[in-house]
């Protein structure tokens, strides 16, 4: 499977990675060339030897995606730091290239559930917060063994 991530933070470099380790094809487009040394941390031998793919450029630009090989990707993962980034990207990827699976990222909870609404395969960590925080506070789940949950600290 060949992947493009547009957003290389702490998101999409840890996506990356990961699509990277099972031996999926990935390709990484960031605006900033200092991005990818978030590539290469924790891997064994660096993100290019490992089979992946950077390209500087603005996800905007069609020309940059193109340098990525959205043409050909499976999936488009947009995870930049913006919603309004991520959305055009989105439906870039879907509508002009026809890519067959896009996930967005989208802070807003309101947007996020309107472009669900729209047909776009979201992810809005914002919400996820806001519900892991309200069941921390109200109580009716049990602490997770992965730290979600909050713990009682003794005063």
């Given at each position: 499977m060949f992947v493009?991530?547009?957003g290389c933070g702490r998101v999409g470099s840890a996506i990356a990675k990961r699509m990277v380790r099972e031996?999926?094809?990935?390709s990484v487009l960031d605006e900033s060339e200092e991005a990818h040394a978030l590539l290469d941390h924790d891997l064994e031998q660096g993100f290019e030897d490992s089979g992946?793919?950077?390209?500087?450029?603005t996800a905007l630009e069609v020309e940059a995606l193109y340098e990525a090989g959205i043409e050909r990707a499976d999936v488009v993962v947009c995870s930049t730091d913006g919603d309004n980034t991520n959305i055009v990207v989105?439906?870039?990827a879907r509508k002009q290239f026809q890519v067959p699976k896009v996930v967005v990222?989208?802070?807003?909870p309101y947007r996020a559930d309107w472009y669900r609404q729209q047909g776009l395969q979201t992810v809005c960590p914002t919400q996820v917060?806001?519900?892991m925080l309200t069941e921390a506070v109200i109580g009716t789940e049990s602490p997770?063994?992965?730290g979600?949950?909050?713990q009682e600290a003794e005063l």
């Amino acid at each position: 499977m060949f992947v493009l991530i547009v957003g290389c933070g702490r998101v999409g470099s840890a996506i990356a990675k990961r699509m990277v380790r099972e031996g999926h094809e990935v390709s990484v487009l960031d605006e900033s060339e200092e991005a990818h040394a978030l590539l290469d941390h924790d891997l064994e031998q660096g993100f290019e030897d490992s089979g992946g793919r950077f390209t500087v450029g603005t996800a905007l630009e069609v020309e940059a995606l193109y340098e990525a090989g959205i043409e050909r990707a499976d999936v488009v993962v947009c995870s930049t730091d913006g919603d309004n980034t991520n959305i055009v990207v989105a439906q870039i990827a879907r509508k002009q290239f026809q890519v067959p699976k896009v996930v967005v990222r989208v802070l807003d909870p309101y947007r996020a559930d309107w472009y669900r609404q729209q047909g776009l395969q979201t992810v809005c960590p914002t919400q996820v917060a806001i519900e892991m925080l309200t069941e921390a506070v109200i109580g009716t789940e049990s602490p997770s063994a992965n730290g979600a949950a909050t713990q009682e600290a003794e005063l």
